[in-house]
């Protein structure tokens, strides 16, 4: 079994910053991208950033305020937030497309349920 948990999510004020985590947990053999999205109501959910062995890629809102990261050892990815706005407001989610077994070259995507940012004065 394998589990994606997120944690981190919280209420800051506009300017502020946060970092969220991204953890997998259970039976891992290998991960290979990385990626974290975001959902506001009534919108679908948007790609924020992803990460890859050696090249990352950002959406245009968050260029140069997020920064995404991954510890391989510890299989986990995060999520530097800087300068939050309010429309930065949003349920945040993580996936990893991940390989379970060693004995089976398949990777599957696993989500997390979600933290919530919440960027208000």
């Known amino acids: 079994q394998v589990q994606v948990v997120e944690s981190g999510g919280g209420l800051v004020q506009p300017g502020g910053s946060l970092r969220l985590s991204c953890a997998a947990s259970?039976?891992?053999?290998?991960?290979?991208?990385m990626a974290w999205y975001r959902q506001t109501p009534g919108k679908q959910r948007e790609l924020v950033a992803e990460?890859?062995?050696?090249?990352?890629n950002y959406a245009d809102s968050v260029k140069g305020r997020f920064t995404i990261s991954r510890d391989n050892a510890r299989n986990t990815m995060y999520l530097q937030m800087n300068s939050l706005q309010p429309e930065d407001t949003a349920v945040y989610y993580c996936?990893?497309?991940?390989?379970?077994?060693?004995?089976?070259?398949?990777?599957?995507?696993?989500w997390g349920e979600g933290t919530q940012v919440t960027v208000s004065s």
């Open positions: 259970g039976s891992i053999f290998d991960i290979r991208t």
């Open positions: 996936n990893m497309d991940l390989r379970p077994s060693a004995w089976r070259d398949v990777y599957y995507l696993y």
């Open positions: 990460i890859s062995s050696g090249s990352t």
